[in-house]
């Protein structure tokens, strides 16, 4: 749907990445329609979708902006598409397979104005199919570079009740200030997808901006539904990724401190996959993630330049333990899951 010449401007950009949504993509936008605060737009952007999934939207869904992009192009290059069409001060980011309870939005929004020191927002999400489960409460980074979702796994009854700080925002169901997410430039498009949200979260980090987790905007999240977590290509991407995040966000007072640290995780996590028959796969991940070092190396550089806040804050806000990133990959493991 195109807006017209005098219609208002929407408070809020929904944007929605689609790739052969077909099972999620309606329960999504229901999800969406029946929120208490009702001041915003709905984008989907389709990433070349084989499934049907976005041929009846106009029908359907008349307040959808359909944005049809001619190839899967990237969950990192989708959503930074719909970022530069958005309208509204806020953008929100929700996952095909995110569904949000009616006052998710509404939540998030009062969380902004009571905590003005914040500046993005995560969601509590709950397992799409085991929603007495906690399926993440923001995201942890850990000195290593390894990244995970806080909570996932545990018990919804067990949830903390008040909101927290953390180091950043999964984007299956996050809002962000459209203006900084467009100054610093979104997604790292060049990651296609897994991990861009936790690169994107350093970058704001490394800015100055802080996260809160609020638990009342909730979510039930089914989680890479499009691929499965397990996949190669998830695990190619993830594993990749996360060099890349390491290499071009942690400040230099704590590169050298940290690069034994990521040197291990990675050693680490090498062996383990090869041992799982995932070798090719794994080497590959790692090796494309160095052959490309001098382009990383170049934004880094750019990067660097946004540090507005003292390293040590930064080092405050990271996950330092030695056990828990690997009984977090451990625990994972068992579950199918091959990336945070």
């Given at each position: 749907?195109?807006?017209?010449?005098y219609?208002?401007?929407?408070?809020?950009s929904?944007?929605?990445?689609?790739?052969?949504?077909?099972q999620v993509?309606?329960?999504?936008?229901?999800?969406l329609s029946a929120?208490?605060?009702?001041?915003?737009?709905?984008?989907?952007?389709?990433?070349g979708?084989?499934d049907?999934?976005?041929?009846?939207?106009?029908?359907?869904?008349?307040r959808?902006?359909?944005?049809?992009?001619?190839a899967?192009?990237?969950f990192?290059l989708?959503?930074?598409?719909?970022?530069?069409?958005?309208?509204g001060?806020?953008l929100?980011?929700v996952?095909?397979?995110a569904?949000?309870?009616?006052?998710?939005?509404?939540e998030?929004?009062?969380?902004?104005?009571?905590?003005?020191?914040?500046?993005f927002f995560?969601?509590?999400l709950?397992?799409?199919?085991?929603?007495?489960?906690?399926d993440g409460?923001?995201?942890?980074?850990?000195?290593?570079g390894?990244?995970?979702?806080?909570?996932?796994g545990?018990?919804?009854?067990l949830?903390?009740?008040?909101a927290?700080?953390?180091?950043g925002?999964c984007a299956?169901a996050a809002?962000?200030?459209k203006?900084i997410f467009?100054?610093?430039?979104?997604?790292d498009?060049?990651?296609f997808?897994?991990h861009?949200?936790?690169?994107?979260?350093?970058?704001?980090r490394?800015?100055g901006?802080?996260?809160l987790y609020?638990?009342r905007?909730r979510a039930?999240?089914?989680?890479?539904?499009?691929?499965?977590?397990a996949?190669?290509?998830?695990?190619?991407?993830?594993?990749?990724?996360l060099?890349?995040?390491f290499?071009?966000?942690?400040?230099?007072?704590?590169?050298?401190r940290?690069?034994?640290?990521?040197?291990?995780?990675?050693?680490?996590s090498?062996?383990?996959?090869?041992?799982?028959?995932?070798?090719p796969?794994?080497?590959?991940a790692?090796?494309?993630?160095?052959r490309?070092?001098?382009a990383?190396l170049?934004k880094?550089?750019?990067?660097?330049?946004?540090?507005?806040?003292?390293?040590?804050?930064?080092?405050?806000?990271?996950d330092?333990?030695?056990?828990?990133p690997?009984?977090?990959?451990?625990?994972?493991?068992?579950?199918?899951?091959?990336?945070?």
């Amino acid at each position: 749907m195109t807006k017209g010449p005098y219609a208002p401007v929407p408070f809020v950009s929904v944007v929605v990445v689609n790739w052969n949504g077909s099972q999620v993509l309606d329960r999504c936008l229901t999800s969406l329609s029946a929120q208490t605060f009702q001041d915003f737009e709905i984008i989907v952007v389709d990433n070349g979708s084989s499934d049907g999934s976005v041929d009846l939207l106009g029908g359907k869904w008349p307040r959808v902006h359909l944005e049809k992009l001619p190839a899967n192009r990237g969950f990192a290059l989708a959503n930074n598409h719909g970022a530069r069409i958005a309208q509204g001060k806020w953008l929100a980011l929700v996952n095909n397979d995110a569904f949000p309870a009616p006052e998710w939005l509404e939540e998030l929004l009062a969380a902004s104005e009571k905590n003005p020191e914040f500046s993005f927002f995560t969601s509590c999400l709950l397992m799409g199919l085991q929603p007495d489960r906690i399926d993440g409460m923001g995201d942890i980074y850990h000195i290593s570079g390894l990244a995970w979702r806080r909570g996932h796994g545990a018990p919804a009854a067990l949830e903390p009740q008040e909101a927290s700080e953390v180091f950043g925002a999964c984007a299956a169901a996050a809002l962000f200030p459209k203006a900084i997410f467009r100054e610093l430039g979104g997604f790292d498009e060049d990651y296609f997808c897994y991990h861009e949200d936790v690169d994107l979260s350093f970058r704001l980090r490394l800015a100055g901006h802080r996260c809160l987790y609020v638990p009342r905007a909730r979510a039930e999240h089914l989680g890479s539904f499009s691929l499965g977590p397990a996949s190669d290509f998830a695990l190619y991407h993830g594993h990749r990724n996360l060099i890349w995040t390491f290499l071009k966000n942690m400040p230099r007072p704590l590169l050298g401190r940290y690069l034994p640290a990521h040197l291990l995780a990675n050693g680490l996590s090498f062996l383990w996959f090869l041992s799982r028959g995932k070798g090719p796969v794994i080497w590959r991940a790692k090796g494309d993630a160095l052959r490309a070092l001098k382009a990383v190396l170049r934004k880094r550089t750019r990067i660097q330049q946004l540090l507005k806040v003292d390293p040590s804050e930064i080092s405050r806000i990271l996950d330092h333990g030695w056990i828990r990133p690997y009984q977090v990959a451990w625990s994972n493991s068992l579950r199918g899951r091959s990336h945070y």
